[in-house]
């Protein structure tokens, strides 16, 4: 029986990929000089910021100082958010709403540090009191696929694996959400459904899902 939702942040309720990638394109240019894409962080997405800006760093033989960019990195960010430059994916509200209604706990669980999560939920407009525990990228160790985010964020909830819904947007937090024990719905925000099959459930967007039926259903 479900008993909790746990929702991935950065490309499963707020729309912010393309955000964060312009934040790093622009901070590896204004420190480092390098020109690189947006599109060259793809296979980094949902893994960590960290590995976010080194895997980028590798492939264009990048040396740099991880506290200055991480910093430079949040700055741009929070321009870009002031901006008006994120927004909640059609959807979201309604689901983490309906989940409540249901008596369902509610948690984030999101690769992103705890201040980018504050300014990206401002910038959204969610309420971060809708959540009943929020779990991020300095309280673990281990970046996803490894399960330990979510597992984490379980026990602050006091649920077990098997009783908590996870929905997550990147291949790698699909695979931490299975190697957890966790139920897994894949949404294609980011990537599409052809590479979120390792999910159990695989939506095109969250106004597909409705969390009443996933707690019918299981």
Do not use: W
Not at 3 to 12: P, Q, R, Y
Not at 91 to 97: P, Y
């Amino acid at each position: 029986m479900i008993k909790a939702v746990i929702f991935d942040m950065d490309g499963v309720i707020v729309d912010t990929e393309d955000a964060v990638a312009q934040a790093t394109v622009d901070m590896f240019d204004e420190l480092y000089g390098a020109k690189v894409k947006k599109e060259d962080f793809l296979p980094f997405v949902g893994t960590g910021a960290k590995k976010y800006i080194t895997g980028v760093s590798e492939k264009y033989k990048v040396t740099f100082d991880m506290e200055k960019a991480l910093k430079k990195r949040e700055d741009n960010f929070s321009k870009i958010a002031i901006a008006g430059g994120i927004k909640p994916f059609p959807g979201a509200v309604a689901l983490i709403k309906e989940a409540k209604r249901l008596g369902l706990k509610t948690a984030i669980a999101t690769s992103s540090h705890r201040s980018i999560l504050g300014i990206t939920l401002k910038g959204a407009g969610i309420d971060i009191g809708d959540f009943d525990a929020i779990t991020t990228a300095e309280e673990c160790r281990n970046v996803k696929p490894d399960p330990e985010i979510f597992l984490l964020t379980a026990k602050k909830l006091d649920v077990l694996p098997q009783e908590a819904l996870v929905i997550e947007d990147s291949p790698a937090g699909i695979q931490a959400g299975k190697k957890g024990g966790f139920i897994v719905v894949g949404v294609a925000n980011t990537f599409t459904k052809d590479k979120l099959q390792q999910a159990d459930f695989v939506v095109e967007n969250l106004k597909e899902l409705s969390i009443r039926d996933f707690k019918n259903q299981l």
